[in-house]
């Protein structure tokens, strides 16, 4: 599938707070092809992709048909970033890599707190951290060898993590003719 596009898709996900949208901004400034950064979330928001707002867990829940429909024809083009905490419902031919962020989940509290989420909401995701969630739903969703985890703790881990996917970039782009 990659072979036909001038740009690869990354996907970037792992548990809310795991510094998901901090890389892919840095991403979007260092990469050698063009990225344009989709933050999931935010598109589904804006977009009205959603079939109701959960109150009591403070989150949308998502319209997958309609989702897919509005990514489907960016995913076919290329050059994208998606950024979001799930990864098992994008087609697995869409993605050429896939990034799962780790933090240890006492720093991960931390920067949820820090976003006011409600305490079940924190809960929940420190809870799903710990448990390997998103780890293992990206492992059983794509093939073992485009799937890295990687720490996202401080900004050392930050900056070696986008070096390493701007290494793999450049190896995507002599491996897909450009
Ligand atoms: P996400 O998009 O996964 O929800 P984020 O990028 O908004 O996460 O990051 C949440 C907070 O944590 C934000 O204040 C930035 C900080 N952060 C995340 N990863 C980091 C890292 N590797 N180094 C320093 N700060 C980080």
Redesign the pocket.
């Known amino acids: 599938m990659s072979s036909s596009r001038k740009a690869p898709v990354i996907v970037i996900t ?10 892919a901004e840095l991403l979007v400034q260092e990469s050698p092809v063009p990225l344009k950064h989709i933050n999931v979330g935010e598109m589904v928001k804006e977009k009205g992709l959603y079939e109701a707002f959960d109150e009591e867990w403070q989150s949308y829940t998502v319209d997958e048909d309609k989702l897919l429909d509005e990514l489907e024809p960016l995913a076919s083009e290329g050059g994208i970033i998606l ?1 979001w ?1 799930t990864c098992d419902i994008f087609p697995e031919r869409w993605a050429d890599l896939v990034v799962v ?1 780790r ?1 240890n989940h006492t720093k991960l509290w931390d ?1 949820l707190e ?2 006011g989420y409600p305490l079940k909401k924190i809960q929940e995701n420190n809870e799903a951290e710990i448990m390997d969630v998103v780890i293992e739903e990206a492992r059983s969703s794509y093939a073992q060898e485009i799937v890295v985890e990687l720490q ?4 050392e ?2 900056e070696s ?1 986008v070096a390493r996917i701007v290494q793999w970039i450049e190896a995507w782009k002599k491996d897909n003719g450009g």
């Open positions: 792992g548990t809310p707070g795991t510094g998901k949208t901090t890389h950024d905490h962020l933090c920067r820090k976003r996202s703790e401080g900004t881990d930050l993590n």
